[in-house]
């Protein structure tokens, strides 16, 4: 069993940055992946970056790379997300999720069996 307990979410004008936090307890050895998604009011959630914990890489789809950055401690079992020039588009709850198998296809949440309790990030113009 893994444990995800988010932080970080917070309301923020248009143009400034946040950085979201995931930590994970319990079985955290058995962790692969872990991604962010993020989810507005009637839209399914969608995976904005994703980190293969074993080997540190990131993944990002192409319209987010540039202004949203995943990166991990290890010492303390956190999953970081910063996202940058945030607009009111970015407002949403977001999610963190860790896979404990390979991913293949790391956008889509059915392969992610652990969730954190969101955060929510509101961005105003």
């Known amino acids: 069993q893994v444990q995800l307990v988010q932080s970080g979410g917070d309301s923020v004008q248009a143009g400034g940055s946040l950085r979201l936090s995931c930590a994970a307890s319990?079985?955290?050895?058995?962790?692969?992946?872990v991604g962010w998604f993020p989810q507005a009011p009637g839209k399914e959630r969608e995976g904005v970056a994703t980190i293969s914990t074993r080997a540190d890489v990131p993944f990002y789809p192409a319209s987010k790379k540039g202004r949203f950055a995943i990166s991990q401690d290890r010492a303390r079992n956190t999953v970081y997300l910063e996202i940058n020039s945030l607009t009111p588009e970015d407002s949403a709850m977001y999610y963190c999720a860790a896979a404990t198998r390979p991913v293949i296809v790391w956008t889509d949440p059915g392969q992610y069996l652990y969730w954190g309790q969101g955060t929510q990030v509101i961005v105003s113009s």
């Open positions: 319990g079985d955290t050895k058995s962790i692969t992946y």
